[in-house]
């Protein structure tokens, strides 16, 4: 049994970076929210000194690892196959309204989140003229068994799907993400093409700056900020025995030209499949 997590700790995170994307222009006016700029606003001074020491800032790494995550994703929907997403804790995400809008008929966009948070965002887009048969939102646990089975019940399994979780994972124990990764493999399995796309973040590369952030985000989930493997190597040995036979782990930085700084490089992307 996984632990269950609160929808109410979570949700301040999916507010913020909501705020994030919309500042920096990849968002609609509709997924910023009032609470994501009284965040942002609480915590612009420590940015403003961390900038100033030298030290990056949490706006530029989630700016590195979000494009990062959306130039993997149109790889794998251009070169790869894929022609389904479930994209997991979407929170006030732009990206399942994006790819849509950009993709058209070609894609079907899925966005899963714990009731609160699916509710709020589907209210957002619908308000957008977003929502449709192929971009829909939907409440999920990932924690709870067989929910991301039940995601997928009616995608077609001889096309493709890609299952992202950005933001996710480092609010879970190792025991948790690794048991998550299990449910992926085996639901991915069943697709003729399939991608897992996610961030990580390595123990073994910290610095002040990161250390600073993962304070900022306990307290915003009012609980820990979990570090799971100190280099690539071991990551990649968790996603294998997951289930997963092609696992690649690249710099956001280097999957994300123009999204520098001191900051943006300490987090990597996994892309995994099953095929």
Known sequence: MLPSRSSDAISPTAHYTGYIWAR?????????TREGRVLFEAVRPAMIFSSAVGSGTLEAYL???????????????????????????????????R????????????EA???????????????????????????LDVLADGAIARAV??????????????????????DAVEEIWRRLAAVLSEFEANRYIAELHLSSIQTPVIRGFRLVLSAF???????HYASEDEARRALTAAGFTNVSIELATDLAPGRGGSGSRLVHIIEASTV
């Open 24 to 32: 920096n222009g990849l968002s609609h006016p509709e997924l910023e």
């Open 63 to 97: 700016m590195a690892r979000h494009v990062a995550i959306d130039n993997v994703l149109t790889r794998a929907i251009e070169e790869r196959g894929i022609s389904q997403v479930l994209e997991i804790a979407c929170g006030m995400s732009p990206r399942g309204w």
């Open 99 to 110: 790819f849509s809008e950009r993709y058209g008929e070609r894609l079907t966009y899925i």
């Open 113 to 139: 989140d714990l009731p609160a948070m699916a509710a709020r965002k589907r209210q957002a887009l619908e308000r957008m003229g977003s929502l449709s048969d192929r971009h829909r939102v939907i409440d």
């Open 153 to 174: 019940a009616g995608l077609d399994r001889s096309a493709g799907l890609a299952v992202i979780t950005e933001g996710l994972l480092g609010y879970l124990p190792t």
């Open 221 to 227: 989930v009012r609980g820990r900020v979990y570090l």
